[in-house]
């Protein structure tokens, strides 16, 4: 049973290019979160979709970030415009789709460590 | 006040002893805990969740949740070196997303 997958692993970018991350959940699983860690800083959450819908996206600064999760394929976490101060980890879990009652674990995938030159 | 804090640390205990690691959070209707362990450079990997108030084992791992006092820990009974990692806590509401605390770097010396 396959995990999280994510890709790129790592990624390089000039000051004023696009990154493209991607996110492919767990089996089973229909919710996905992006979260970004900042060298020496905790985790901090940016965005939350199911399919075809962003449910919260509390977390995301409000220029150049956008997400999406198709009906088909990954969901995409898009940043245009890189500065340096996007260098970050970026990590993606997912959970299942919650019924009454249940919680949601989420799984974390192995992340796209972004440097922005 | 930050949502859920924990002791950065870093802790150190000796090979085989019991390491202790504290979270608290600020809201109240926080519903689901979980504490993840993140090795340097790598993901978070879940290590528990606890909903309910009391203490839940997993080998040698034991998360305790006090509600009222806000309070959640994590005991790594006969600490190994391979537990070196920083351990994060983290909790949902009722939003779906993890809040976590800025994490406990934990070693465990041979």
């Known amino acids: 049973n396959a995990g999280v997958m994510q890709n790129p692993r790592h990624l390089v970018r000039r000051r004023g290019q696009e990154a493209r991350l991607r996110c492919s959940p767990m089996k089973g699983h229909s919710h996905v979160y992006w979260y970004r860690q900042l060298p020496e800083e905790g985790l901090k959450f940016m965005v939350y979709l199911q399919k075809e819908n962003i449910i919260d996206e509390s977390g995301m600064p409000k220029e150049r970030f956008s997400a999406e999760f198709p009906k088909e394929g990954p969901s995409i976490l898009r940043i245009q415009q890189v500065v340096r101060g996007d260098s970050a980890a970026y990590f993606c879990a997912s959970s299942r789709r919650r019924e009454a009652g249940l919680t949601d674990t989420q799984y974390f995938g192995p992340g796209t460590r972004l440097t922005v030159l | 006040q930050k949502e859920v804090e924990q002791n950065s640390g870093p802790l150190s205990v000796p090979e085989g002893a019991i390491a202790s690691l504290n979270c608290t959070y600020s809201?109240?209707?926080?519903?689901?805990f979980f504490w993840y362990r993140q090795y340097s450079g790598k993901s978070p990997e879940l290590i528990m969740s606890i909903y309910s108030n009391g203490d839940k084992e997993d080998g040698r791992f034991t998360a305790q949740l006090n509600k009222a006092s806000q309070y959640v820990s994590l005991l790594i009974r006969d600490s190994q070196p391979s537990d070196s990692a920083t351990y994060l806590c983290?909790?949902?509401?009722?939003?779906?997303?993890?809040?976590f605390g800025s994490g406990t770097q934990l070693t465990v010396l041979p």
């Open positions: 809201d109240r209707v926080s519903q689901s």
């Open positions: 983290a909790v949902t509401g009722s939003a779906r997303q993890l809040t």
